[in-house]
């Protein structure tokens, strides 16, 4: 039995699961499996061994003690039981309590503050743009957001919060977000084509695809600012999808479109520049037919 258990703990490990969903698998498992220390101890009263019979029934009513614990906190709203003796524990042998599933959410969410760029910018250096998005654009993204999810890079799961969670704050006006905090893509640059700033992006540069255009950048409209600054798209972050909001009793969740916010860095261009170019390229042409008439 311990070892069909150890088995299924190894199998679990390979599922990404919900932290709630493994909980709820785990106590269910071992719930079951506490039943087995009950047929041992009887198999031990049976050939006359008390003693070991006695101490495999003290086993049982203590494991089944705190798998009612667990049912209660995993399958409950109310996760609490007049006979939890957890405080009395924690306060006698100084121990610091861990919500599991809190744990998790925090977890993901100190994973947020790693934001993906294109360099290192000053913060002065950054201009406000608007991006506009096309039936063909939120079709793209629906389609990144679904394969970034494939291969684990994201997870749609609102941060492995439950909805008794999720209805406290979308009561309190904090309406949640199945992919939690802005996810920056893993792939993203800024092309100049056919009188469009457009942003691309995707897995990796092999299958970019065009994900938004740049309306304005700053108060300019965007080409009109392509030719004052030279333009760089420092972040892109996966912001919108689906959100949980507050219904009479539960939540209930309203699908919306996935969305880009985006950072654009700036520097102006300078005469100086454009002029000495001309001046090489003016400079080139005449070494150019010297060295045709030579021939």
Known sequence: MVSILSMINSYLSYINLNVKIKNQVYTTLATIGNFYLLYVSYRFFVN????????????????AYFAYLNILYYFTKDKKSRYDISPWIEKTFHLTPKDPLTEAAKKKASQVGFVQTNGIFKNEDFL???????????????????SLVQVGYLSLDYDGQSDEVLFKLAKQGQAQRALGQPKALPYFELVSSEKKLLIYGGLNQMEKMVLGEITTVGLMPALEAYKTYHLYLATAMITGGPVKVAGRVDVIEKVEPYRLEIQVAYRK??????????????QATPTYRRRRHQK
């Open 48 to 63: 006359g061994f008390i003693v070991r019979g006695l101490l495999f029934i003290l086993a049982f009513l203590v494991i």
């Open 128 to 146: 406000p743009a608007e991006v506009k998005f096309d039936t063909q654009a939120k079709e793209n993204l629906e389609k990144l957001v679904k």
């Open 269 to 282: 261009r300078s005469q100086a520049q454009s002029k000495s170019s001309v001046s090489v390229s003016a």
